[in-house]
């Protein structure tokens, strides 16, 4: 009997032990790009410094900050996975993979802080064969890479809009707001989709054409797209993209 109820007890700890949407939140490299990210926020900032009064500088850094407190971000991230992602299990063993391993390296590696100001003025040309630009072609239109880089880049470049509006209520109106924020958000998207491919290709490029071919095949298939479609969800979350300051919840401990 006793063996019996301490079977259980495990079987009633397995789903906090093997919780497969925190071991993909890992796996697919989460946590480090919301590091990257928390380093480009403090690059945004500093711009500002120099052209803005000390009070009005310091307002905009305490409310990025709080907007983007790291803790939160992943607590609203991690939330909008487990909740747009049904089924996370195909997802993790392709991140879990040796190909998967090898892609979440690429792409970190391209979010790094020494990375982005190294091709702050572009990325250097990528030398790629007929196969392996349509294979990258394939991935782009699979990814919704176009989407989240405009999602990040508006959150950066919303740091001083998002601080002036909290320090003079009223300033814009919601409406108009939200019209200033598609527009911008349609440019955004414009521009980086004009250099999708080459963007991929240079992310990418440590990888073989067998071990990209794989990655276009998991981004096809059911299980890859409802990855990336939940994970835009999740990146949205994270960043509070349509929120204001007032709409966002302070951060629990745990994840």
């Given at each position: 009997?006793?063996?019996?109820?301490?079977?259980?007890?495990?079987?009633?700890?397995?789903?906090?032990?093997?919780?497969?949407?925190?071991?993909?939140?890992?796996?697919?490299?989460?946590?480090?790009?919301?590091?990257?990210?928390?380093?480009?926020?403090?690059?945004?900032?500093?711009?500002?410094?120099g052209s803005l009064p000390p009070a009005v500088f310091q307002a905009?850094?305490?409310?990025?900050?709080?907007?983007?407190?790291?803790?939160?971000?992943?607590?609203?991230?991690?939330?909008?996975?487990?909740?747009?992602?049904?089924?996370?299990?195909s997802a993790l063993q392709f991140f879990e993979s040796p190909v998967g391993r090898k892609v979440v390296a690429a792409e970190t590696l391209a979010t790094r802080r020494d990375q982005l100001a190294a091709h702050a003025q572009g990325l250097p040309a990528s030398q790629a064969d007929a196969t392996r630009r349509l294979l990258i072609r394939h991935l782009a239109q699979a990814l919704p890479a176009s989407e989240a880089g405009a999602e990040v880049s508006l959150a950066l470049a919303g740091v001083a809009a998002d601080s002036l509006s909290s320090m003079v209520p009223g300033l814009f109106g919601e409406a108009q707001t939200q019209m200033l924020v598609q527009s911008q958000r349609q440019r955004l998207l414009g521009e980086i989709e004009g250099q999708i491919d080459d963007t991929l290709l240079y992310v990418y490029r440590e990888l073989s054409d067998p071990?990209?071919?794989?990655?276009?095949?998991?981004?096809?298939?059911?299980?890859?797209?409802?990855?990336?479609?939940?994970?835009l969800a999740a990146l949205r979350a994270a960043l509070a993209a349509g929120q204001g300051a007032s709409e966002l919840a302070p951060a629990q401990q745990g994840i």
């Open positions: 009997m006793r063996a019996v109820l301490t079977l259980l007890m495990l079987l009633c700890s397995l789903p906090a032990l093997a919780d497969d949407h925190a071991r993909l939140y890992q796996a697919a490299g989460w946590p480090e790009q919301r590091a990257h990210f928390s380093d480009a926020l403090q690059v945004a900032q500093q711009r500002y410094q905009l850094v305490d409310n990025s900050n709080r907007r983007f407190e790291p803790q939160a971000m992943e607590q609203r991230a991690l939330a909008a996975l487990r909740m747009q992602l049904a089924e996370p299990r071990e990209l071919e794989e990655l276009v095949t998991f981004a096809q298939s059911p299980g890859g797209q409802a990855y990336y479609q939940a994970a």
